[in-house]
């Protein structure tokens, strides 16, 4: 264990102290190809997960990547991200439990200095994962970790290029990807394989520019927004197989803009959980009528926003409940704004960092 925590805090220092040679990078662009190889081991988020770590972790990846050219504010205001789309697939080191893992998601590199460098990059995807092998109550109990074959994926990474030539450029890289069903069908731990990568990029479609001054500011008159929405979810309680149960979320927020990357707010959710009504009826707690089953909540929000999509983390404490399993609640996931009054919402609420369902709603934007 003690290899397995030394060697990603090795790999993230070179990283941060490669040469900067290449690095600047200030006017490149493009559309590239790459290949990585990946190799790690699944982080074991609680003791008795143990039994189904044999061995360590190898996977693949194949990206497609688009810097583009920087005419949109958004574009500007990150000093022109690189955007694409992944195709993961991992060899969990246990074939017989655990499987493997294939995933698809769209990503982001974001630029972590404020610059055009690409000396160290933070990059972002959310999409789906297959997983063939899952939890079985008869032929593979011992895996509590993954009750569905479809899931939601997300992988984070700090990552880093250095070019080789004016097409080619060698990528390195150190992050974790997580696979889950958001509690849609129990059990649902999920999987988090912490993985560093290698890999060669080459440029099918190369371009370059100027970039353009830009100076991030909002108007008076937009700095305040207001968000209501409506989400619906289904969330399955362990032991396995004992039903799902619906759930609905009504939600406000008033959000202050920071910038044009950035808004902070608060607001009111208003919960009704089917879930909980069997909860509190297991420890004999019965309620006289469906309304007392309502639950309300103070939050504060941050979201930060990529052109018309957003990334919230909201934490919120329950001003009133009738089920005392928690009393606080966060959520992250991601918004879409389609247009200046609508917005999709796939969001995840959480207590204490385990799921409860996917936030699925529509909402509007005033």
């Known amino acids: 264990m003690r290899l397995r925590i030394k060697l990603p805090l ?14 600047q990078d200030s006017i490149r662009c493009g559309q590239w190809i790459t290949a990585n190889m990946h190799y790690g081991f699944i982080i074991p988020i609680y003791g008795p997960m143990d039994v189904l770590l044999k061995a360590h972790v190898p996977a693949i990846e194949l990206n497609y990547v688009s810097k583009p050219s920087a005419n949109l504010p958004w574009q500007l205001a990150y000093h022109s991200p690189e955007t694409g789309v992944a195709f993961y697939y991992a060899w969990l080191g246990n074939p017989t439990q655990l499987g493997n893992m294939i995933g ?31 939890f079985d109550r008869l032929n593979n109990h011992k895996n509590d970790v993954i009750g569905s074959h479809v899931d939601a994926l997300l992988n984070v990474r700090f990552n880093s290029h250095i070019y080789l030539s004016s097409r080619t450029r060698l ?26 990568n290698t890999g060669l990029s080459y440029c099918i479609k190369p371009g370059k520019y100027l970039p353009k001054p830009y100076k991030d500011s909002v108007s008076h008159a937009d700095k305040i927004e207001n968000n209501v929405y409506l989400a619906f979810g289904l969330s399955e309680r362990e032991p396995p197989d004992q039903g799902k149960y619906g759930a609905v979320t009504l939600n406000y927020t008033r959000y202050y803009k920071l910038s044009t990357k950035s808004k902070l707010g ?16 297991d420890n004999g707690i019965y309620l006289k009528n469906s309304l007392e089953n309502i639950q309300s909540g103070l939050k504060v929000c941050y979201e930060v926003t990529v052109g018309k999509f957003a990334l919230p983390y909201e934490l919120g404490a329950y001003t009133y409940t009738m089920y005392k399993g928690s009393e606080i609640y966060d959520r992250i996931g991601v918004r879409y704004y389609a247009n200046r ?16 369902y996917i936030e699925w709603g529509m909402g509007y934007r005033f």
């Open 10 to 23: 090795l790999i993230l220092l070179v990283l941060l102290l490669k040469p900067n040679a290449k690095g």
């Open 104 to 134: 698809v998601y769209p990503f982001i590199n974001f630029h972590m200095q404020k610059s055009y460098r690409e000396d160290l990059y933070f990059r972002i995807g959310i999409g789906l994962a297959y997983m063939p092998v899952i």
């Open 171 to 196: 990528e390195l890289g150190l992050g974790v990807t997580h696979a889950s069903d958001g509690n849609y069908q129990a059990p649902n731990l999920g999987i988090n394989v912490l993985t560093f």
């Open 266 to 281: 608060g607001g009111i959710d208003v919960f009704y959980n089917q879930t909980n009504i069997v909860r509190m009826a």
């Open 341 to 356: 009054h609508t917005i999709i919402n796939l969001t995840l609420l959480l207590h204490y960092a385990s799921a409860d």
